[in-house]
């Protein structure tokens, strides 16, 4: 029998060989200028698409715009929350099919970046681990740690044995053309040290030992071992330098907007300035630049990390319903045709870089065969420069690259953006009859309710199944009075309610999840009940052990000022209750929602914990819907059973919008125009969730609302 040692020497063998031959054998590699496929240096433009961000109906039509962009890869995360649900039970339907996701690209004749991790970031619930594995005992994330290693390892393999099974990878025909394995790993390791060192070197030959036949890249993570590419993110990259002189030089992550939290404002990033950090990169050496995102989508269900918001609009240039967003998609794509005649002059020669002036550069390619290609850069963020190149005048406007395909003539310039500026437009449709129902406050002797001593952790509880978590005491007192109840919770949101009648909500925010709710509360002389509703707003996605932060009513609970002195109710016994009423009916699908009774006009004045229900026909055409919910405060919408994600437009976006501008050209950083208005007012409705008539619109509203408000709109440019 073959012992363990004998085993670990033929894998290293193993390893070694792979890691000798690969390079010299495989149709896609690298070398100290650029990506390699079938031996010839390419400039590639990548883009994010994330799959399960938008409808399988969808994917087509935004891959082809990809595509008439003038990307030649698409990127994208694999989410493994998404695929394995519970331990062993795998999901690839839907919009988690993502073998479906990747022969669309291929049929379109695109390459694609998977990006494994398995955690991903990526403003996804957990980062994109299962819940269950956080309950795997023994188990810490993203360190030299043996359960953990032992799940990413058959996660990672499982899937590059099915992107194989399905001859996806280049040397098999297919269009994968690179992996990832980890994400922005470098950072955690900095700070957590040996055992983080040891986990990047196990990531690194795990992922290599897989054969997967393409290159790994690894990104921020400044010590990539062995052939694994360290690749940049960032706003800006022209900077980076790789860890070896062997290998070329990368942008996983060109941010072309930013991601809306729920109590910010909507970011920007403008077109000028994502073309002007491109051509930067590309002017100095970059030779493979991806866009997160090209297409960002949404977060349905509860797909987002911890107070993302269920927009994922990220200001990309389509736009999170799938629309050309201008000017910004045509200037890009205008750079592309730019940067593509370049490509032979790129591929083949050194830049010599010559100033201009003193903030102004030529970067110059031109190769022995002749070819030759220019870019005139101007950093200055405030004035144009004319220069002289070559013996020509050229005028480079503030903070712009211009871009000469053959040394001479001028064909692009980032500044100056001649694609129409359109504003998408929101249109109302209809408004709704609706009917609504009461969801119950439950008390402590609820039939379902279990209790224990102190106060539990929610997730822990819940373990993800719903938001909602319920913590629920009694109070005896021997005459009527007003004591402060303060309650302090580690998140995310907080509504309190006394003998059923609602008193507050409290919540945290992104930078802050912790709340306090302190106020004055009626109690009766006699028994009080206490019900507390606590409300997950995703998990967190990103941060050393995220796995071990906590949410829900930690404490301390306490009631000050009776009669009988300040109490302390944080060891109490308390009960809890796992969702509401209404989700555990099933009152969002259609069987939930026939078999309640409802009240034929709804409620429309503030009330708490109501559930609205309402039929409504498609509306004719086939631009895109969106859900119009300013009169709400916070809760969850579904379409025929399938839930859009987490409304609340009541958390709006305060003061100033630090994300809306960046550096250079664009220091402003006062908000540009969303101060005040709800973060997320508009909630995607894929059309294809649709049928023609008869669709079951279902909302659950926490704080109140008028459902009257709310309205179908359809989104347009114009
Ligand atoms: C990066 C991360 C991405 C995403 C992005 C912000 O650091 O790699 O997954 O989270 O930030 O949108």
């Known amino acids: ?30 070398d100290n200028k650029a990506i390699t496929i079938n031996k010839q240096r ?31 890869v698409i990127q994208t995360y694999v989410f493994w929350n998404g ?64 359960p953990f290693k032992e799940k990413m390892q058959a996660f990672t393999a499982k899937i590059v044995n099915m992107m194989k099974a399905e001859k996806f990878f280049h040397w098999q025909g297919g269009p994968i053309i690179l992996a990832q394995i980890e994400n922005e790993y470098g950072p955690v390791e900095w700070e957590i040290g040996a055992p983080g060192k040891a986990y990047t070197n196990w990531a690194a030959a795990m992922a290599r030992g897989l054969n997967a036949g393409v290159p790994w890249v690894m990104c921020k993570q400044d010590d990539a071992p062995g052939d694994v590419i360290n690749t940049c993110n960032g706003f800006y990259c022209e900077g980076f330098v790789p860890n070896s002189k062997s290998k070329p030089k990368m942008w996983t992550e060109n941010w072309t907007g930013w991601y809306t939290k729920f109590g910010g404002a909507v970011p920007y990033r403008p077109a ?43 200001d990309a240039p389509l736009d999170e319903y799938g629309l050309p967003r201008e000017p910004k998609y045509t200037h890009l794509k205008n750079l592309h045709t730019a940067i593509k005649m370049c490509e032979g002059a790129l591929v083949s020669s050194d830049a010599r870089v010559t100033k201009l002036g003193n903030n102004q550069e030529a970067h110059v390619y031109s190769s022995n065969s002749g070819k030759c290609a220019a870019f005139l850069a101007n950093y200055d963020p405030k004035w144009s420069v004319k220069v002289t190149f070559s013996g020509m ?29 359109f504003h998408a437009k929101m249109t109302p449709i209809s408004g709704f009859d609706w009917q609504s129902f009461i969801d119950e406050t439950p008390t402590a002797d609820d039939d379902r309710a279990f209790s224990g001593s102190g106060l539990y952790e929610q997730l822990n509880v819940t373990r993800d199944t719903s938001d909602y978590l319920w913590y629920m005491t009694d109070v005896t007192v021997k005459s009527a009075e007003e004591p402060t109840l303060t309650i302090m919770s580690a998140g995310h949101s907080l509504h309190v309610f006394v003998n059923g009648q609602y008193q507050g909500t409290s919540y945290g925010s992104l930078e802050q999840p912790q709340l306090t709710f302190s106020k004055k509360v009626p109690l009766r002389a006699g028994l009080n009940k206490i019900s507390l509703l606590s409300a ?77 229900k309402t039929t409504f026909n498609a509306p004719a055409g086939n631009d895109p819907l969106a859900l119009d919910m300013s009169s709400m405060g916070k809760g969850q919408i579904w379409i025929n059973g399938e839930s859009i994600g987490r409304h609340w437009p009541a958390n709006k976006a305060s003061g100033r919008c630090g994300q809306c501008n960046y550096a250079g050209m664009y220091t402003e950083t006062k908000c540009l125009g969303e101060c005040g208005q709800p973060s997320q007012r508009w909630y995607h409705v894929p059309r294809s969730w649709l049928r023609p008539t008869g669709n079951l619109l279902v909302v659950f509203e926490e704080i109140g609302g008028n459902p009257r408000g709310i309205s179908l709109v359809k989104r347009t440019n114009m």
Not at 110 to 131: M, T
Not at 408 to 414: L, P
């Open 272 to 314: 000028e300035d994502v073309a002007f950090s491109v051509a930067r990169f590309i002017q100095n050496g970059g030779s493979f630049m991806n866009y997160y995102m090209f297409h960002g989508g949404t977060n349905f269900g509860n797909t987002a990390g911890r107070f993302v918001a269920t927009s994922y609009d990220y």
């Open 42 to 72: 390419r400039i590639l433009i990548s883009g994010s698409i994330h799959y399960p961000r938008s409808t399988p109906e969808m994917w087509p039509g935004l891959i082809r715009k990809a595509k008439e962009n003038g990307l030649d």
């Open 536 to 612: 997950a707003v995703g998990l967190a996605n990103v941060g050393v052990h995220f796995e071990k932060y906590n949410q829900g009513v930690l404490g301390p609970v306490t009631l000050k000022g009776l009669h009988e002195g300040n109490w302390d109710l944080t060891r109490s016994k308390w009960s809890y209750k796992v969702g509401m009423s209404g989700e555990n009916l099933g009152l969002h699908t259609f069987s939930g929602a026939s078999a309640k009774e409802w009240q034929q006009s709804a409620v429309v004045q503030r009330q708490p914990l109501t559930w609205f």
């Open 83 to 146: 695929h394995e649900p519970s331990p062993g039970k795998f999901n690839f339907g839907g919009r988690y099919d993502l073998v479906k996701f990747i022969k669309y690209i291929q049929q379109a004749g695109l390459y694609v970046h998977l990006r494994i991790g398995p955690f991903v970031c990526a403003e996804w619930n957990f980062g994109g681990f299962p819940v269950w594995l956080k309950y795997v005992p023994g188990i810490e994330f993203r360190t030299n740690n043996g």
């Open 393 to 421: 005048q050229y005028e480079l406007p503030p903070w712009s690259i211009s871009i000469l395909p053959d040394c001479k003539k001028e064909v692009y310039n980032t500044a100056r953006v001649s694609a129409p500026r």
């Open 1 to 30: 029998m073959w012992g363990v040692n004998n085993i670990m020497v033929l894998f290293v063998l193993t390893y070694i060989c792979f890691s000798l031959i690969s390079p010299v054998s495989a149709d896609v590699w690298y």
